[in-house]
T-cell receptor, first 112, second 111 residues
Framework: EAQVTQNPRYLITVTGKKLTVTCSQNMNHEYMSWYRQDPGLGLRQIYYSMNVEVTDKGDVPEGYKVSRKEKRNFPLILESPSPNQTSLYFC???????????FGQGTRLTVV | GNSVTQMEGPVTLSEEAFLTINCTYTATGYPSLFWYVQYPGEGLQLLLKATKADDKGSNKGFEATYRKETTSFHLEKGSVQVSDSAVYFCALGSGNTPLVFGKGTRLSVIA
């Protein structure tokens, strides 16, 4: 089954404790991206990647890092999480330009 | 840059009512347009799409037509059901950057 898998689904952590949210897709897609979803703000791009070892900042990259060492994986790293990063995070992948994106189930992160 | 504007919600309708959610876009070139749906506690699912002007996307009774002259992609359904209650996102895809989304419209359908 074609899918994008994120882990964990839920995470509560403390300010400053580094964490990684994993994302994996099994569709051999070139494009992968991370979004955060906040009430009243919709979905905002954090980082995206057009292929292995190629990443670029989205609209709200501050406080986040990503890596793309393999085509299927695109982890999101918070080196020093802060409460304003409490949000619902989605990973997505796309096969080609102009095609739809496939989304993971989301990771609800709470930073206290 | 590219952007999507969709009507703000929430929208509350009675079952079997007609639904319209407006979406307009700004883009360079010829983008693809999408509607996604997010049911409570779930991720986003593609509802329908259109890749060129005058295309009509349709799925599950929902329809939207890509109107280049008015830069619009309004979502419609003739008779909504309680199970259609969800958040709907209009999105645009252009070039090799991620999809750009509107802020979402929450729909509640009451029996």
């Amino acid at each position: 089954e074609a899918q994008v898998t994120q882990n964990p689904r839920y995470l509560i952590t403390v300010t400053g404790k580094k964490l990684t949210v994993t994302c994996s897709q099994n569709m051999n897609h070139e494009y992968m991206s991370w979004y955060r979803q906040d009430p009243g703000l919709g979905l905002r791009q954090i980082y995206y990647s057009m292929n292995v070892e190629v990443t670029d900042k989205g609209d709200v990259p501050e406080g986040y890092k990503v890596s793309r060492k393999e085509k299927r994986n695109f982890p999101l790293i918070l080196e020093s999480p802060s409460p304003n990063q409490t949000s619902l995070y989605f990973c997505a992948s796309r096969g080609q330009v102009r095609t739809e994106a496939f989304f993971g189930q989301g990771t609800r992160l709470t930073v206290v | 840059g590219n952007s999507v504007t969709q009507m703000e919600g929430p929208v509350t309708l009675s079952e079997e009512a007609f639904l319209t959610i407006n979406c307009t876009y700004t883009a360079t070139g010829y983008p693809s347009l999408f509607w996604y749906v997010q049911y409570p506690g779930e991720g986003l699912q593609l509802l329908l799409k259109a890749t060129k002007a005058d295309d009509k996307g349709s799925n599950k009774g929902f329809e939207a037509t890509y109107r280049k002259e008015t830069t619009s992609f309004h979502l419609e359904k003739g008779s909504v059901q309680v199970s259609d209650s969800a958040v709907y996102f209009c999105a645009l895809g252009s070039g090799n950057t991620p999809l750009v989304f509107g802020k979402g419209t929450r729909l509640s359908v009451i029996a």
